[in-house]
């Protein structure tokens, strides 16, 4: 296992479409999180899992927004009715939860463009 | 509100040379720890350095280091012999001890090694 692993890198769809991100965090750490990042910005948080459980939601997370972490393993995160404002690059990252909060792990991202 | 400023949108070295980058931040809480992230062109998010604020101690991981500032909240970092693979987007960000989940995260500065 040599890290957090995104899939897929690129995608481009059409506004209104859907689409899901997949993410595969490194295998021994619990705990997970999305990040959004559009062009010229800082990171966002987006969402976090402990195991399979979803323990906060930013604002930034409308309804359009789902994610998932069915087996406390990898994670998905859905968008439905895609909108322009939604072209950023997904970023994943992992860690364990022990040890304070040092060792985040990062994927290296999905960017979406929505056209 | 908890924020980090990262004053300086672009900045650009001579190889072999000296660069320090500014941050910082703000949060009422007395335990909490900073980090700073770079983000190569296209890839993916990697921890440069961090900081314990309990720490009085500047951290330092080989050719970087930070100048900590506990009372002017202020955490910069500091490239030597800089090399052109320092080319990278750079973030500063920091994380609550008491809320031990999400980071926060700077703008970032654009820094470009010349050769």
């Known amino acids: 296992d040599t890290g957090v692993s995104q899939d897929p890198r690129h995608k481009i769809t059409k506004r209104g479409q859907n689409v899901t991100f997949r993410c595969d965090p490194i295998s021994e750490h619990n705990r997970l999180y999305w990040y959004r990042q559009t062009l010229g910005q800082g990171p966002e948080f987006l969402t976090y899992f402990q195991n399979e459980a979803q323990l906060e939601k930013s604002r930034l997370l409308s309804d359009r927004f789902s994610a998932e972490r069915p087996k406390g393993s990898f994670s998905t995160l859905e968008i439905q009715r895609t909108e322009q404002g939604d072209s950023a690059m997904y970023l994943c990252?992992?860690?364990?939860?022990?040890?304070?909060?040092?060792?985040?792990?990062f994927g290296s991202g999905t960017r979406l463009t929505v056209v | 509100a908890q924020t980090v400023t990262q004053s300086q949108p672009e900045m650009s070295v001579q190889e072999a040379e000296t660069v320090t980058l500014s941050c910082t931040y703000d949060t009422s809480e007395s335990n909490y720890y900073l980090f700073w992230y770079k983000q190569p062109p296209s890839r993916q998010m990697i921890l440069v350095i961090r900081?314990?604020?309990?720490k009085q101690q500047n951290a330092t991981e080989n050719r970087f280091s930070v100048n900590f500032q506990k009372a002017a909240k202020s955490f910069s970092l500091k490239i030597s012999d800089s090399q052109l693979g320092d080319t990278a987007m750079y973030f500063c960000a920091f994380i609550n001890a008491g809320n031990n989940r999400k980071l926060i995260w700077g703008l970032g500065t654009s820094l470009a090694v010349n050769p």
């Open positions: 900081q314990e604020a309990y």
């Open positions: 990252a992992s860690r364990k939860e022990a040890g304070g909060p040092y060792g985040y792990t």
